[in-house]
């Protein structure tokens, strides 16, 4: 259990401004595009678990909605640190960001907002307002991971296509790949 001049220095991480200029506007737009992301935590025998999640990235940070009984939070509890990635998979054009770093569990009124904007993104209104599937998801996911990037990595087809094939790859995706399932 953490002590209250942890809990401060913990806070007060959280409020300071997150470095972000590593990430190219491509980036910053797969970030902002509806899709699912993966989140990797580690539990305490040292296994990685992933999981694929919900997201919303805003002021350089990661938000995603979980229930507090979940292994992710769970393991996040013991090992508060995790790593997200983001891909688009489109043959010959794929690409992916990776960020890891400090996370912290919201909870509360905090938690409810934050997640309500996230179902936003992923639900249509018609489901949020049906008394069967809004309230369920809303009752199901009662805290908020905050993951606060300290590093990044990415990678996409297109510089690797630039690079060695002089274009040719992204030109004509489907001569050179076989499709992926949807």
């Not at 292994?71 to 998979?89: C, F, G, W």
């Amino acid at each position: 259990m953490p002590t209250e001049s942890e809990n401060a220095v913990e806070q007060t991480a959280c409020r300071e401004e997150v470095d972000v200029s590593e990430l190219t506007d491509e980036y910053r737009a797969l970030l902002s595009e509806r899709r699912y992301a993966v989140l990797a935590t580690q539990d305490p025998e040292g296994t990685i678990h992933q999981t694929p999640v919900w997201f919303i990235f805003e002021e350089g940070r990661f938000y995603i909605e979980s229930n507090s009984a979940s292994r992710k939070v769970k393991n996040l509890h013991h090992r508060p640190a995790a790593s997200i990635t983001i891909d688009a998979r489109q043959p010959g054009v794929d690409r992916w960001v990776s960020a890891s770093g400090a996370t912290d569990i919201l909870s509360a009124n905090e938690a409810q907002a934050i997640n309500a904007n996230i179902r936003k993104r992923y639900l249509t209104r018609e489901a949020i307002e049906d008394p069967r599937i809004g309230p369920s998801f809303a009752a199901a996911d009662d805290v908020t991971i905050r993951l606060t990037p300290a590093g990044w990595r990415s990678w996409s087809a297109r510089d690797v296509d630039e690079r060695f094939f002089g274009g040719i790859l992204g030109q004509t995706p489907e001569r050179w790949f076989l499709p992926i399932a949807p």
